[in-house]
Nanobody, 124 residues
Framework: VQLQASGGGLVLAGGSLRLSCEAS????????MAWFRQAPGKDREFVAAIDGGGGGTYYAESVKGRFTISRVNAKNTAYLQMNSLKPEDTGVYYCAADADPTGTTDAAASYNSWGQGTQVTVSS
């Protein structure tokens, strides 16, 4: 599965952005899709995930109530709506798919396919 992430940019604190992740293959329709982010000098961290049917969503505590993950399987695309952005949300955001069914949803090591990353910068 090839993933193409887009939608990043520069925004003021309190603003919003919507990221998109388009998958190249139908495989994504059956699997979990997730977003991770990586700030300079820090490890890649889990942000949000959504199951294959779109009914189950999972969020990092730091983004709950501000970010919403969704997907449109007919378009092989997942989205991350980010509201009330904070400077600490700054980083490169990566989408992931092809999760190992024996892995954990919030572990980067569980995913076998990654997008190229899109930069999100939140200024104060």
């Amino acid at each position: 599965v090839q993933l193409q992430a887009s939608g990043g940019g520069l925004v003021l604190a309190g603003g919003s952005l919507r990221l998109s992740c388009e998958a190249s293959a139908r495989t994504s329709r059956r699997g979990v899709m997730a977003w991770f982010r990586q700030a300079p000098g820090k490890d890649r961290e889990f942000v949000a995930a959504i199951d294959g049917g779109g009914g189950g969503t999972y969020y990092a505590e730091s983004v709950k109530g501000r970010f919403t993950i969704s997907r449109v399987n007919a378009k092989n695309t997942a989205y991350l709506q980010m509201n009330s952005l904070k400077p600490e949300d700054t980083g490169v955001y990566y989408c992931a798919a092809d999760a190992d069914p024996t892995g954990t949803t919030d572990a980067a090591a569980s995913y076998n396919s990654w997008g190229q990353g899109t930069q999100v910068t939140v200024s104060s």
